[in-house]
């Protein structure tokens, strides 16, 4: 397993990674391990697989020679972690502190103190022990060079919760998450935009100018971050997701900015690790079939976290998403496709995903010349 870097000292200002580690191992379980040989015949067949899957994106999503070229360089830049539970909560622990303390920059909140640090840590640590749980892989743009993460014990795990074969699954998920550090290499002004509306989503919880905020006795407000807690008790309360408590009503413009370019995002990794197709992941169909059972059979205490927790939305990203890309790509191919990564302004709303026709006729059928991301298709 890799171990993170040490965190950025900046973000240190906002987020306790040791709270939030040692919150997190009290709630986390290790997840399945195999013996320490299987552990490390899976590490490197997991590492393997994140290499082999950058031919198989670029494959299905059909760049030109420039662009493909470039993309490949800019991905050579990055890192590969492949990661147990624990240290998957620290890398994203480090990159929530990165992104706060951008966040708190901009609109000039000075660090919270020790206490409120804490605190607020230790919700953190909670939050993603839960997640870390069953987390498969992930790629976080907001580091210097951008990692990739694959969680190996989840994976392990879910394959055998499967029944499917396992050399099958491990390249399926490593292809997911590729193509999610593509899209990023394809369009570099991709990180900053993604990470200028996450500060204007964070404005108000770092401010402390939350909806529904309260005073402490004496008068005194509730930072920001802390009121998070009181955020995650109002959901449970209200059956909403902690997304829906923090945000208000002057939100809703950005957070369908923002659901609009995950889904896009989340939907296109989905079409390109099923369209790598049985020919390279024999079993894919199968695999498919039955991984989206288990994304949708959660009940109890866990459906009730998924809901707390804005998960329930992150899997409809998966279906809208998928939709919109499927649709654009049957009449217009990957080509076509390949336009919402020259620009913001190319970039689906959300209106425009559940209507790709609608995007197609403003980007598409718009009288301008074709980007070098969009090469005659050849099919």
Same mark, same amino acid.
Do not use: C
């Given at each position: ?60 999503? @059909? ?151 309260? @005073? ?164």
């Amino acid at each position: 397993m890799t171990t993170p870097r040490p965190h950025d000292p900046a973000a240190s200002g906002w987020v306790s990674v040791d709270a939030v580690r040692q919150t997190a191992a009290e709630l986390l379980g290790a997840g399945r391990l195999p013996e320490p040989d299987d552990a490390a015949a899976l590490v490197e067949e997991l590492r393997e697989d994140a290499e082999t899957a950058i031919d198989l994106v670029l494959t299905v999503m @059909r760049m030109d020679t420039e662009t493909d070229t470039r993309i490949r360089r800019r991905l050579a830049e990055g890192r590969t972690l492949i990661v147990d539970r624990l240290s998957w909560v620290e890398a994203n622990a480090q990159s929530f502190g990165r992104v706060l303390a951008d966040a708190a920059a901009a609109t000039g909140t000075p660090d919270p103190s020790r206490a409120q640090r804490w605190a607020s840590s230790v919700e953190m640590g909670a939050a993603l022990a839960i997640v870390g749980s069953r987390v498969l892989g992930q790629f976080d743009p907001f580091t210097a060079d951008g990692r990739l993460l694959l969680a190996a014990p989840n994976i392990l795990t879910v394959e055998r919760e499967l029944g499917v074969p396992a050399r099958d699954f491990r390249l399926w998920v490593a292809v997911h998450e590729r193509t999610h550090h593509v899209q990023f290499a394809a369009a570099p002004w991709l990180q900053a935009h993604l990470q200028e509306r996450m500060q204007a989503f964070l404005a108000p919880v770092i401010t402390g100018s939350l909806p529904g905020r309260s @005073r402490q006795p004496g008068g005194i407000e509730n930072p920001g971050l802390v009121e998070t807690l009181a955020a995650l008790a109002r959901a449970l309360r209200d059956d909403t997701s902690i997304i829906d408590t923090l945000i208000g009503p002057r939100h809703a413009e950005l957070l369908d900015e923002v659901t609009a370019l995950m889904s896009l995002l989340e939907g296109h990794a989905d079409v390109v690790m099923d369209a790598v197709g049985p020919g390279v992941i024999p079993s894919v169909r199968r695999i498919r079939a039955a991984f989206d059972t288990h994304r949708h059979s959660a009940t109890g205490i866990k459906a009730i976290v998924n809901r707390v927790l804005g998960i329930d939305e992150k899997l409809a990203q998966y279906t809208r998403g998928a939709a919109f890309v499927r649709a654009v790509v049957r009449k217009h191919g990957h080509a076509g496709l390949n336009r919402v990564w020259e620009s913001p302004e190319n970039l689906p709303s959300l209106h425009e995903i559940e209507h790709p026709a609608d995007w197609v006729a403003r980007v598409l059928d718009a009288p301008e010349q074709p980007g070098p991301l969009s090469p005659p298709e050849q099919m």
